[in-house]
């Protein structure tokens, strides 16, 4: 067991966390009355919550924040050889997937466009078939009929947790804004980083990859410059 520590990212707090430590943190919440949340945080969640205060306030009432990406630990000016490697194979993702399938547990899907949430339900379905998905629905825009309608809907089943997928980071604003109303155990925020909704071609990949790399390490360098001055 490793202990938990802050850090700090372009003025953004987030615990340290190993996947082992989150997995104990998840089977402590089973039996929680409140509704704790796990996010995957990445240099495209980071910069986009530079200019959106709610993005910076959700990262940050996290429960646990699950780095996704080994450039966040060279950002948090951290040298940490196994929580890098860990975060390279995506050894989160994995692990969660493996423990809702070992335990057969009760979920709901919620994605931002409806063939995302269809992606995401085949996806599980073929790799963990023991999953019980209980229901499934899309953010397609934030209306408040529309958030009555999905919250209603994830009460209405009583999944033992919700897992959202998004590309623009409504579901992350979603949990944020309404966590107190609905009625599940945990919620986890994963993002588009699992393979399933990577675009297509390789070459379109690395080059976005890049891109939003070399943005992710100018955007800190400023960062650190500026309260060097301070």
């Known amino acids: 067991m490793y202990m938990s520590e802050k850090i700090e990212i372009m003025g953004i707090s987030v615990e340290k966390c190993y ?6 943190s998840i089977n402590q919440h089973w039996y929680e009355d409140t509704l704790a949340t796990y996010g ?17 306030e959700y990262i940050e009432t996290l429960d646990k924040a699950v780095a996704d990406e080994p450039e966040i630990v060279e950002a948090a000016g951290l ?9 390279s194979e995506h050894g989160f993702f994995g692990t969660l997937f493996w423990l809702l399938n070992l ?13 995302d949430t269809e992606k995401f339900c085949t996806y599980l379905k073929e790799q963990y078939p023991d999953i019980m998905i ?13 958030t009555d309608r999905v919250i209603n809907e994830i009460n209405n089943q009583n999944p033992q947790a919700v897992l959202s997928c998004s590309r623009e980071y409504n579901a992350e604003r979603f949990v944020k804004r309404y966590r107190k109303m609905i009625n599940t155990k945990v919620w986890f ?28 390490k100018k955007l800190v360098s400023r960062y650190q410059e500026e309260m060097e001055k301070m």
Do not use: H
């Open 40 to 56: 995957v945080i990445t240099m495209k969640l980071l910069i986009a919550a530079q200019k959106d205060e709610e993005l910076k």
């Open 19 to 24: 996947a082992e430590d989150i997995m104990e």
């Open 134 to 146: 209980l229901g499934k629905d899309s953010l397609t825009g934030m209306e408040a009929d529309q």
């Open 103 to 115: 335990y057969k547990n009760r979920i709901f899907i919620l994605g931002e466009r409806e063939e």
């Open 79 to 87: 040298q940490d050889e196994a929580w890098e490697k860990e975060i």
């Open 189 to 216: 925020s994963l993002g588009s980083s699992l393979p399933v909704f990577q675009e297509t071609g390789i070459k379109s990949n690395w080059l976005n990859r890049l891109m939003e790399k070399n943005n992710f």
